[in-house]
């Protein structure tokens, strides 16, 4: 048996045998916990697990004081919760150590690296996605491209390949970003070998700036650049750390506070996709502060998962019927906490963003777009930090759905969703205000650093070029500014902006305008 299964099964037979003694007193008891204690000291040394070690040192030094004593409920409390770390510990497997410098690759999400034919890509092509803030880099032979890969973990691959055989040649060595073809080609035999070699996006050729950005909005991988997010809230930090580690390890952002009146100030300022929770905590039982959780508006909606060693069905109904998610039974496996964490939070933002978002442009909707500037608004008056408020609109949008048609009308609506997506911070909110007309709030973010920011971003979408059956044409863009120096409530703080909006359209439209206080 492999020394991590032998490690599993001896430290689930201390915990059982520790259980039996915490309930009554015997010396046979004694003597089989000390031997399994020992024989697991033995594993863990051999096996180089420093943190189980020390976690079954400690146990064994708790239970000789409370043998001698034998009365306390808080020793036997204590005791349990180390029987459960020492069997987690055993149960999940412990975060490699890598040393600095060793297989380190940059990753590089705003890298493309491309494959082409002899033909190479339109200069166009290059400058378009320049404006959006990605770099394409052409490779025409496999040694540099093995090169690059080593160094860099690119945002995507792209191949170049006519299908005009069986199969494809496969990759020297496949990367780990998603990895599309391209090809003139676009029927379903095509298609076919594209996916068998392991293609996760199939684009047409000449490249379009547009099919590649779609493509690459689709959940080809786990998102890097916004990870899901995890609160921990566990009362025994080392145990968090451990569940933390492992969460880490496959990719996720995790937050830990071991007490419970800290949740809810952690939930406001992490955001989390999911809370993962200890049923069982001394200053506040899991029941009730799932309870305190669903009361909240803006918070009942998060999947709350138990971590527990309760195992009788009419306590996990009655936490069900509270609106929690679902149990994971301690210890648990790490592949079990990964995939249940992982679906669970991954279904929560998809569902989210069908409720706050815009369904043309994918930008938060009107209402989610304030409920959030209002948390924004009032973080950034409790901590003293700026914040910015942008009204932008599209410059004489009616005259575009009357020369292209509504349909074209759509796609730059989706283009300055995307844009403004790619160019900003993950930190930064984006609403749909209406019609042509968008709402941007930037946190820590002064009106002159705001300011520089939008006329660039001006300035990029000037040179964009939007594609229509009927031809192709540029837009631009009005914007007013307002920060929150000097204002009283949100209301203010939005009217300013729009002011600002209409001075800039009186001046000629294509321009940044920022609200600045009357001198006195």
């Known amino acids: 048996m492999p020394v991590s299964q032998t490690l599993v099964s001896l430290a689930q037979e201390m915990d059982h045998t520790g259980q039996q003694?915490?309930?009554?007193?015997?010396?046979?008891?004694?003597?089989?916990?000390?031997?399994?204690?020992?024989?697991?000291?033995?594993?863990?040394?051999?096996?180089?697990?420093?943190?189980?070690?020390?976690?079954?040192?400690?146990?064994a030094a708790m239970l000789r004081n409370w043998s001698k004593r034998r009365h306390g409920n808080d020793d036997v409390l204590a005791l349990r919760?180390?029987?459960?770390?020492?069997?987690?510990?055993?149960?999940?497997?412990?975060?490699?150590?890598?040393?600095?410098?060793?297989?380190?690759?940059?990753?590089?999400?705003?890298?493309?690296?491309?494959?082409?034919?002899?033909?190479?890509?339109?200069?166009?092509?290059?400058?378009?996605?320049?404006?959006?803030?990605?770099?394409?880099?052409?490779?025409?032979?496999?040694?540099?491209?093995?090169?690059?890969?080593?160094?860099?973990?690119?945002?995507?691959?792209?191949?170049?390949?006519?299908?005009?055989?069986?199969?494809?040649?496969?990759?020297?060595?496949?990367?780990?970003?998603?990895?599309?073809?391209?090809?003139?080609?676009?029927?379903?035999a095509a298609r076919l070998q594209a996916v068998r070699a392991g293609g996760q996006g199939f684009l047409g050729?000449?490249?379009?700036?547009?099919?590649?950005?779609?493509?690459?909005?689709?959940?080809?991988?786990?998102?890097?650049?916004?990870?899901?997010?995890?609160?921990?809230?566990?009362?025994?930090?080392?145990?968090?750390?451990?569940?933390?580690?492992v969460l880490n390890r496959h990719g996720m952002v995790t937050e830990e506070i071991t007490r419970p009146s800290q949740t809810l100030e952690a939930i406001e300022r992490f955001r989390p996709d999911l809370i993962l929770m200890d049923m069982y905590m001394p200053e506040c039982d899991g029941q009730a502060l799932a309870r305190i959780i669903r009361q909240q508006r803006l918070m009942d909606g998060i999947p709350i998962i138990f971590l527990t060693m309760e195992k009788r069905p009419h306590m996990q109904l009655d936490a069900l019927a509270l609106g929690v998610d679902g149990y994971l039974t301690k210890p648990v496996s790490s592949e079990e906490l990964v995939v249940t964490v992982s679906t669970r939070a991954s279904r929560y933002r998809q569902l989210r963003s069908y409720i706050s978002t815009d369904s043309l442009t994918g930008l938060l909707n009107h209402s989610h777009l304030f409920a959030r500037l209002e948390y924004e608004f009032a973080r950034a008056q409790r901590e003293?930090?700026?914040?910015?408020?942008?009204?932008?609109?599209?410059?004489?949008?009616?005259?575009?759905?009357?020369?292209?048609?509504?349909?074209?009308?759509?796609?730059?609506?989706?283009?300055?969703?995307?844009?403004?997506?790619?160019?900003?911070?993950?930190?930064?909110?984006?609403?749909?205000?209406?019609?042509?007309?968008?709402?941007?709030?930037?946190?820590?973010?002064?009106?002159?650093?705001?300011?520089?920011?939008?006329?660039?971003?001006?300035?990029?979408?000037?040179?964009?070029?939007?594609?229509?059956?009927?031809?192709?044409?540029?837009?631009?863009?009005?914007?007013?500014?307002?920060?929150?120096?000097?204002?009283?409530?949100?209301?203010?703080?939005?009217?300013r902006a729009d002011s600002m909006l209409y001075q800039a359209k009186a001046a000629g439209r294509n321009c940044v305008v920022s609200w600045s206080p009357p001198r006195e």
């Open 21 to 59: 003694l915490l309930l009554r007193w015997d010396p046979e008891l004694v003597r089989r916990f000390t031997a399994l204690s020992q024989c697991l000291q033995g594993l863990a040394e051999q096996a180089g697990a420093e943190p189980l070690q020390r976690a079954n040192e400690e146990l």
């Open 81 to 188: 919760q180390h029987l459960s770390l020492v069997t987690q510990l055993a149960s999940l497997p412990l975060p490699s150590f890598t040393p600095p410098g060793v297989g380190t690759v940059q990753q590089s999400h705003r890298l493309f690296l491309l494959v082409p034919p002899a033909q190479l890509p339109a200069p166009a092509l290059l400058e378009q996605l320049a404006c959006f803030g990605y770099v394409l880099d052409v490779f025409d032979n496999a040694q540099t491209l093995q090169q690059a890969l080593f160094l860099h973990e690119p945002g995507a691959l792209i191949v170049y390949d006519e299908f005009d055989t069986d199969s494809v040649a496969p990759l020297a060595a496949m990367p780990a970003c998603p990895l599309l073809f391209t090809s003139p080609r676009r029927d379903f």
């Open 205 to 245: 050729w000449p490249l379009s700036v547009r099919e590649l950005l779609d493509t690459l909005t689709l959940p080809l991988t786990p998102d890097r650049r916004n990870p899901l997010r995890v609160l921990l809230v566990e009362d025994m930090s080392s145990l968090a750390g451990l569940y933390a580690a």
């Open 384 to 495: 003293r930090r700026p914040l910015s408020m942008v009204m932008l609109d599209l410059d004489h949008f009616k005259q575009v759905n009357d020369s292209y048609g509504h349909q074209a009308g759509d796609e730059v609506l989706v283009s300055l969703s995307r844009f403004l997506r790619e160019r900003l911070r993950r930190s930064d909110l984006i609403g749909r205000y209406g019609g042509e007309e968008f709402a941007i709030v930037l946190p820590g973010m002064g009106a002159e650093q705001a300011t520089r920011l939008l006329d660039d971003l001006r300035d990029a979408f000037a040179r964009l070029e939007q594609v229509s059956p009927r031809g192709r044409f540029r837009q631009t863009f009005s914007a007013g500014l307002c920060s929150s120096d000097g204002v009283w409530d949100v209301v203010a703080l939005v009217q």
